[in-house]
Every structure is written in C-alpha cells, then in structure tokens.
C-alpha cells in the first residue's frame, strides 16, 4: 500500500497497489495520484466557498432560533441559560478567529493588503458603531451589576454572558476599526467560514435581543391592558425567586430596556458590514483614480436643518405625553393615540414632499447612473428594500382593519390617512436614496468647474453672455462631451464607460455663473437630505422607547386578533427599526455625495 | 400663457409668461421649456425603474398578505370573498396587460426581438408548467362544479373566481410558451410594471393556496387528534350552511385537496420565471456562440435509475400505510412514524452519498467555473439556498425537541438521526447542484475530442500510446491550452475570458481511449443526477400527499407548544415543497449538462 508522504490520503486500489513489479504502471500511478492530490489540493472554486460558508451560517442561526423558540414557549427543561451558553460558544470560536486574524496580518505586516474604499463609505459609520458598542458595554455592565444582586436564585451563565459579550465587543470593534475594508486575498476559504461566522453570531445577537425586548414589551401591554380592566391573559413571570442582595437592583433592570435599542442596532450593523467584507473575499478592486470628495459645504443649509430640529423637539414632547397618558383612563389613552396619528400625518407629509423634490430635481437634472461594482452599495439597496417590508406589512394590516372595522373609535381615519402616508414615504424615501447613491459619480465629476456641467446649459449661457465664448467653445472641442454622450447609452445597455477626468486647468474666474444653478439645486438636495435624517432619528426614537400605538390602538387587535396581531407586530417592529436607523446612515451618505 | 404644442404642461411662472415683449428673454424660456420636457420624457434609469416596479409588487402582494390574515382569524367582517375579489382585480389587470403585449409583438412581428437562451433552460421546465397548468384546469372545473351545487348559500364569488382564473391560467401558459424569452426593449418601465403585476399576482395566488391547504390539513389533524381523544380544539366550519343540489358535492370537494398542490407549484413556477423575464428588460444579451449541447446519451444509464424506481415504489407503499395506520390507534401511529423515519434515514443516506460522490468527481476533475451573467442561473442558486431555509428551520427544531425532551417515545432517536440527515442532504444536494450548472461551459468544451482535457492526462497517455504524439504536440500548440491556463487565474479574479472554439477538424480515430476516463465520470454524474432527481420527487409526494409526521409525532409539538410550532411548519413546509420540486428541474438541467 502506497502511502504519501505528505499527509494527503488517497485511497489505492488493490490490483493497482500489487503491480509494483512493473516500473511504468508504477510511474502512471504515482502521476495519477499526484495528479488527484494537486486537484484536491487546489483552492476550492469562489462560488461553492460561498455557498459552503454561506450554508454553514444560515444553519448556525436556525439552531439558535430554534433554541429561541423553544424558549417562547416557556417550556420546562430549554432555559435561558442554554441559548446564552450556545451564543457564548459562537462568541468565544470568533474571537478566537478575529485572534487569529490578526496574528496574521500582524506577521504579514509587510505585505501589502488590498482595500475596499467603499465599504462603510463615511466614518460617520464607524463613529456610530463605536457610540452604539460603547452602550452596549455598559448594558453589559448594568447585567453584571444585575447578576451579582441576584447570584444566588440565577444561573451562572447569566454572570459569564456579559464578561464574554463585553470581550466581544471591545475586540470587534478594534476588528472593525482596523480590519473592514481588507480584502482577503489568502486563507480564503478559511477566512470566509470565519467571517461568515461572524456575521450570523451577529444576526444571533440581534435576533436575541429583539425577543427580549418584544417579550418585555408585551408584558408591560399586558399589564397596562389588565389595569385597564380589558385583558384576561397571564403574564409570566421574569423575576428571579430570590431578593436582591444589593440596592440598586431596580435601577439596573429598568435601565437594561432603555439601553436594549442601541445593543439591538449595534450588532444588526456590525453584521452588515462584516456581510461586505464577505463578499470582497477574493475580489479583485478595480484601480480606479481616488476622487477627491468634495468638501462637504454647509453654506445655505438652513431650512433642513431648522425643521428637523423642530420634527425632533416636537418628538420628544409627542413621546413623554404618550408614554405617561397611556397608562392613565380609557379617554386619555384615546387622545394620546389620536395626537400621536396626527402628529405622524404632519412629518409624514413634510417628508414625502421632501422626497418628491429631490426626486423631481433629479428627473429635472438628469444624469446616467453609476453602474460600477460595489458590494456595500448593493447591500444598500437591498437592507432599504427588505427592512421596508416589515413596516409596510403592518400599515396594509392596519388599512385593512380600518375598512373592515365597525368600531366608533375617534382615531379611526387618521390611523388610516397615516398607514397610506407610511407607505407613500417609504416608496420615495426609498427611491431617493437609492437613486443618490446611484449617481454619485457624475455629481463629483461637476464639482470641477471646469468639465462643464451638460450642453443646453452651455448653449443657453452663450447666446447671453458672449464674454465667455472663448472658454465655451474650448470646452465644446474637448472628448468630454461626445464621452459624456456616450456614456449616457452605455449605462442603459449596462457596460461602463470611465471618461477620462482632465487634470484641472487653473480656475476660471466667472464660472461660478454658469455652476450656479447647479449649486442651488445641490443646496436643495442637501437640506432636503438632512431634514430627511433627522426625521428618521424622530420615527426611530418613537418606537425604540415605547410609542408603538399599533399596540394600543385596539383596531388591529380587533380585526387580527391578539396573536396574530402579535406576530406581525414581532416581526414588523424589529424590521422598521432597523430600517429607520439605516435610513439615517445612508442618508448622511447622500449629504456627503450631493 | 404658453401651452406646449406636443402635450407635455410645464408649468409657467408669472412674471415669465408676462414678459413675451422681450424676444430674447422669451428664446430663453423656451429653451429652459424645452430642456426640462426633454428631461422629463427621457427614459427613466434602469436601476429607478426596478426599484419603482419592485416596491410596487411587494405592496400589492402585502395588501393581499393582509386580506389574508384577516381571514385566518375567521373575523365577521372580512371574508374569503373579498380577498378572492382583490385576486380576480389583479388577474383582470394582467390579462389586460398580456393581451396588449401579444398586440403589440403581433402589430411589430418583423421587427426581431431579442431572446434570453437560458430563460427556462430545458423544455421540461415549460412542458411540465403546462402539465400543472392542466391540472388547475380540472381544479377550477371541480371549483365551479362545487359553486353550482352550492350556488344558493354561497357567494357569487366563489363561481366567478374559478372561471376567471382558467382563463388566466389558458393565456398565462400561451404567454410562458411563446414570449418568455423576449428581451424587451421598447416601453421599457410599462412592461417593468406588467411583468412585475403578473410575478405577484402568480405569488399572491401562491400564497392563497399554501394558506388554504394549510388551513385545510390543520383543521383534518384536529379532527384526528379530537378522534384519539387528544385535542380540546374547536375546528372552525368550512362547509355552507345549505344541502348540495348536485350528487358528486363531496367528490369535488375531497378532490380539490388532492389538486391543490399542483395548483400550488404551478403558481411558484410561473412567478419564478417571469420574474427573470423581468430581470432581462432592457439587458444587453452578449452574443455568444451558440453551442450545441451534447446530445444526452442514456447509455450506461443503468443503477441511478433503478434505485430511483426503487425509491420511487416504496415511497408509495409508505405513503399508503402511513396514511391509513395513522387514523387509528396510538400503538398504530407511532408504528407508522417510526416506519417513516426508518424510510427516510434510508433514502437520505443514499442521497448524501451520491451528492457526496458527485462533489468528490468535481474535486477530483478541477475546471474554472463559469461566471458570465446569467440571471435564470442566479436565481436557481437564490432558490435553492432561500427555500433550503425552511427545512433547515424545521430540523433544527425537531433536534431541540429530541434533545430537551424526556418523553419514552420509541422513534425519538430516529427522529433525531433523520433531522440531522435532512440538513446534511439539503447541504451537499445545494453544493453538488449549484457546481453543476456553474461549470457547464467546460464539459460542453470537452464534448469536442479535439479540444483535449487538461494537460495532465496528456502527458501521462503520451508517455503510454506512441501514435497519438503527432496529435498531442499538436494540441499542446494551439493557444487553448494558454488560454485554459490563463481562464484559470481569470475566473478567480471574477473576469471572464473567452476562449476561442476552434471550428471542429473532422473525428480523430482512437482519441476515445483519451476520453474514456471523462465518460466514465460522466455515467456517474448522470446516474447521480438522475437518482437524486427521483428521490426528490418522492420527497415531493410524501407531504404534498398528507404524509406529514411533523404534526403527528408529538415530540416538537411538546416542546414549542400548539402555535408555535404549527406557524412554524406553516412556514417551512411549502417551503419544502418548493424546494423539492425546484431540485427536481434543476436536476434535470444538471442531468442535460453532464
């Protein structure tokens, strides 16, 4: 039996394992074998790396969600406990991987490692991330806090859970920081199981946080509705049997819901970003020539920023009210959810009118889009599409109700006039900012004054201000016109066509004229997008701290049902969450780019 | 005030229009007029138009989710009939919309449209959608012949839905057969927002079925588990409150159940395949030379078929006594579950190893993979993965369960052993697929004798047979070889680099000893594909058929409570169905391809 030396198994027939008489039979079967082991041997193709990883991670999740659901069902014999040690060993394997990792690059300082430019385009990503990490270090430390007063009723694991998911957090932050835009070049198939793994302990991470807080916060209805009188359902009980053995036991836990949002945020965006290095596994980055970015000017940004300001102290107003009329009578509840409708129709409003400016500006205005690859773009488009589903679900269910009901109740079309607004808002939002995105480039290219914006333009600025002839008809002679034209059937028939950028020419003095338009047109854009921010920081906030109306509203309730209504309330809330919360980071990239 | 001469209203500003005295100001505006219809009018970009149609599908489809919520709680105010009215609205639209398309093909037919080769690669896909289609053609008859027994008591609805969606589903399968491949070119955002509508009406009447089966076969296990004495579950009355007027009510109303699930996928199809119709508007099809696919020989077909048929038998053997044994006894039912999950863990096992091998042959024959774009091959690969989903959840559930219960079941640990199986299977079926169609373009190459395999074998027969020498030099100067060497490092890069064929120079005599090793791999690849298609398909019938221990074992329904696990299999078993019917085309592509 022939056995290779370098540790490859490989499995030997008998009739030809015997034939070692014969020189050259033995030489055709050493060829075969090296032959099979080079193959075996040999980087797996990228496409089934993917799925291999990609199959693997998807599994991971499913586990843990079932462990979750087994958990809803508060069952006898699968506890907390289990999940938390199942997510501490997930945490544990990645930190020893992100070790690994950056042992690696570490002894391969040298060598130089390519970089994605693109993924988490503007550091306002990163800063955020860092901001929403460092609350969820002291949630983790308000749990240890909680463990210690409780030690003696609770598992342990409750204990060793916050210590590990503070490790993890501090470590992947430094990964994220100093390791996000690599594009992994050796190890691959290795390096994407390891990624892969992160990004669905991530997604576990989330998924975990967002059935606690949905568990909690159907408690509190359920409370809130036994209060009220209405409610026949048993609450069960989260309190652990013992006493606290220090004081501030009840601060830690009402404490833990406020800071629940941002760890939930915090992991579903480590998750995505971790996705786009992932997918820049064994890219190759086209070199294209770095843009300057121009300098993100705030002059004539007023009115955005003024009435943002003002949609986000009429929030916070909205949201105390709210919070404490809810709980009081069956009238005051009731005007506290009309007051909430109306307050949504208004901003609702103002936003799908903001949106259809920009929209309008850029039919006005039009320019090809940029169909270059870009992974983190991609994803986007695709997280604004997806997490719109949850939201928009909910407002159909919500239309639905109000035709189908008979009831009296005083907020009835207005909850009506707001489900439609919702979903209006979201189709533009949507449609304007993927559509920013999308154009960025040829924005940047008309900051150079001197690449003339489009030939009506110029053709329209001659006839009156012949002072400038010389430099216009220059600037008809030169490729970038007819490069510009082209491009515009190139992009329809999706192939690029890269014009050459000229290297600036001096600044003309005067040209400002002619780029005026232009530039009011970009002042527009930009308040409209900061104003668009901001109110998605007011329709974040609401729901994050407990307006949520679709639960004490009555109507769905009446029409779904109370488990039904439920479910999809379960699986909306958590969704438009985040998609609120990714609104604002790619609208802060919109108002970089215009 | 200037009206436009062509239609298109721009809006006028006053102390514009007023100042038609100076003629130049005048030429102005009519040039900033004509600038801002231009831009207007233009096409609107590819990637707005996608988003724009997509997001107006996903609400129309969201609407109908919420219609059908509403119905699942059995509410007073919304009924079967409104949500079959919403339907029959969409239908109507998308008969409108077909009959204008085959008008304007019809009134163009000199014109040459573009076609999509790879849209429904093989026949079988088209030839068995008419096939289901055919079989929704009886259940619409059984429909209507259900209406008119019970047309006193009923709504008028129920006999006009029926009616509309035979000939929905008559005009649907023309246009699948005669325009599926059409690239459109012309009313590009139009046809995006036509095809789109007739994607989600198809999902949207996916969903209806998969709900009404469900609800169906929810409401038989009641019935059964009341018989065993189990169950303290009301079932809600599906029956009219009239007699039949009719003799064969019952007959239609029990045959229904045994067609639904081909109505089921024949929906899901459709939808799928429009939906890449969708993703080819206004594409740019390279011009690829059209290769000829090796004719799909069936010698050696020999031990993959016979174990299918095998497979094939028994499955029906089990499907019979699973169905009967499980109405009686307690002792009866669990001999019948544990009779299944003995069946499974045997059909899975087999299918693990041929994938296994299948993936082994791959490892051990390395080629590049083929990366050019092909959006019928992508979605397969999207398929495949999402709907894997659903089983997997399932699964994972079911280990839970075995895992925390401590109940004296006798098929427990079988159960655990067949769940495992189940993702192990899913795993290497996914893989073994996906590389399949992913490296057709090399095997199609190897078909021509002349272009030999890889250098390897050559330098090893050349060492061996005298005679061919003359032609190996030969082969080894032609720049296939370079350019195989180059394709290599290309596809891992994500370019793609053509070879060029060379124009086939007559049959070489005895060159089939060369390619004997390579039809040896083939016979297996084609056994294997057409074995695990069978397996599929009886995989298929099972649960398509009732055959659904997941309800019947008790294990996880202990575990996860009543709801919970019920929404759980709502979700995962079509998922399933369609899972295993889409392996079943897709191993049939492999099976053309190999």
């Not at 406990?81 to 997930?90: A, G, N, P």
Request: glycine share 6%; charged share 15%; hydrophobic share 45%.
């Amino acid at each position: 039996i022939m056995v290779e030396p370098n540790g490859l198994g490989v499995l030997c027939l008998s009739k030809y394992c015997h034939s070692s008489s014969s020189s050259s039979s033995s030489e055709h079967d050493k060829k075969i074998f090296s032959k099979l082991k080079r193959n075996f041997s040999r980087d797996y193709p990228k496409k089934n790396a993917e799925i291999i990883s990609g199959q693997y991670g998807t599994n991971v999740l499913l586990i843990g969600a079932a462990l979750m659901l087994a958990i809803a069902n508060h069952g006898p014999t699968v506890k907390e406990e289990h999940l938390l040690s199942f997510v501490t060993c997930l945490i544990i394997i990645q930190l020893f991987w992100m070790l690994w990792y950056n042992l690696v690059r570490h002894r391969r300082k040298d060598a130089r490692t390519e970089r994605d430019v693109h993924a988490t385009t503007c550091w306002i990503r990163v800063g955020g991330l860092t901001l929403l990490a460092l609350l969820s270090l002291i949630m983790d430390a308000f749990r240890i806090g909680y463990y210690v007063g409780f030690h003696s009723c609770v598992s342990a694991m409750l204990g060793v859970y916050p210590v590990i998911h503070a490790t993890h957090t501090v470590a992947q932050v430094h990964f994220v920081w100093f390791h996000i835009k690599d594009v992994i070049k050796s190890f691959e198939t290795f390096e994407r199981f390891g990624v892969i793994h992160a990004v669905f302990t991530n997604l576990l991470l989330w998924c975990n946080g967002v059935m606690s807080e949905a568990e909690h916060f159907l408690n509190n209805h359920i409370r809130r509705l036994s209060a009220l009188g209405y409610a026949n359902l048993t609450i069960v009980n989260e309190e652990p049997e013992c006493n606290c053995t220090i004081s501030t036991c009840s601060m830690f836990s009402s404490s833990l819901y406020y800071l629940y949002p941002f760890n939930i945020e915090y992991h579903i965006f480590v998750s995505a970003i971790l996705f786009i290095m992932w997918k820049n596994i064994g890219r190759t980055i086209e070199l294209s020539p770095k843009r300057k970015r121009a300098a993100t000017k705030t002059q004539g940004l007023t009115l955005g920023p003024i009435l943002g300001l003002l949609a986000l102290a009429s929030t916070i107003g909205i949201l105390v009210v709210y919070i404490t009329q809810v709980e009081e009578s069956v009238q005051m509840r009731q005007s506290a959810i009309s007051m909430f409708y109306i307050y949504g129709i208004v901003i609702l409003v103002f936003m799908c009118v903001g949106g259809a400016v920009g929209l309008a500006i850029y039919r006005a205005d039009y320019s090809p889009l940029d169909t270059t690859k870009n992974p983190s773009r991609q994803l986007d488009t695709k997280l604004l599409f997806g997490s719109s589903v949850g939201s928009w679900l909910m407002s159909w269910c919500s239309v639905v109700a109000v035709l189908g009901a008979d009831s009296g109740l005083p907020y009835r079309w207005t909850s009506f006039i707001y489900s439609l607004l919702t979903v209006l808002e979201k189709y533009t939002q949507n449609l304007f900012i993927i559509e920013s995105l999308y154009r960025q480039q040829v924005d940047a290219k008309r900051d150079n004054p001197e690449l003339l914006p489009a030939p009506e333009i110029f053709s329209l600025t001659s006839s009156l201000a012949p002072p400038y002839t010389g430099i216009i008809n220059q600037a008809y002679d030169t490729p970038d016109q007819a490069c510009f034209a082209v491009e515009n059937e190139q992009v329809e028939s999706g192939q690029v066509y890269k014009c050459p950028i000229k290297p600036s020419e001096g600044s003309l003095p005067g040209t400002n004229k002619v780029a005026r338009p232009l530039n009011i047109k970009r002042q527009v854009l930009k308040n409209i997008s900061i104003f668009l921010l901001m109110c998605n920081i007011c329709l974040w906030i609401l729901p994050a701290f407990g307006c949520r109306p679709q639960y004490d509203n009555g109507l769905e309730e009446e029409m779904f049902g109370f488990s039904i209504w439920t479910a999809v309330l379960n699986f909306a809330i958590p969704l438009n969450l985040f998609y609120r919360m990714h609104s604002v980071f790619s609208l802060f990239d919109v108002f970089c780019q215009v």
